[in-house]
Nanobody
């Protein structure tokens, strides 16, 4: 059973940057493709980004492409999301997730989830 814990969220002004991280325990992170999702109040959980097991392939939602960068360090069992040029519409709880499948933008393909970290962007 893999446990995921996100950190690094906070309040930031529009145009600013933030780096959120996800630490894994109870399993070897290199066995999983990893993803980031976000959920704004009253909305469904939405795909943000994903990365393959090796880190060699990445995938982004169109809304964040060019502003967000996903990375992983399998030796440290950690995944990060660098968020630049933040916009108020990026405000959400951000979740990391682990998938036994190929990296995917589908919530259903992920087996383990963290508890989320809040990112709030003020205008």
């Amino acid at each position: 059973q893999v446990q995921l814990v996100e950190s690094g969220g906070g309040l930031v002004q529009a145009g600013g940057s933030l780096r959120i991280s996800c630490a894994a325990s109870g399993g070897t992170l290199s066995s999983y493709a990893m993803g980031w999702f976000r959920q704004a109040p009253g909305k469904k959980r939405a795909f943000v980004s994903a990365i393959s097991r090796s880190g060699g392939s990445t995938y982004y939602a169109n809304s964040v492409k060019g502003r967000f960068t996903i990375s992983r360090d399998n030796a440290k069992n950690a995944v990060s999301l660098q968020i630049n040029s933040l916009k108020p519409e990026d405000t959400a709880v951000y979740y990391c997730a682990a998938s036994s499948y190929y990296y995917s933008d589908s919530v259903e393909k992920y087996d383990y989830w963290g508890q989320g970290t809040q990112v709030t962007v003020s205008s």
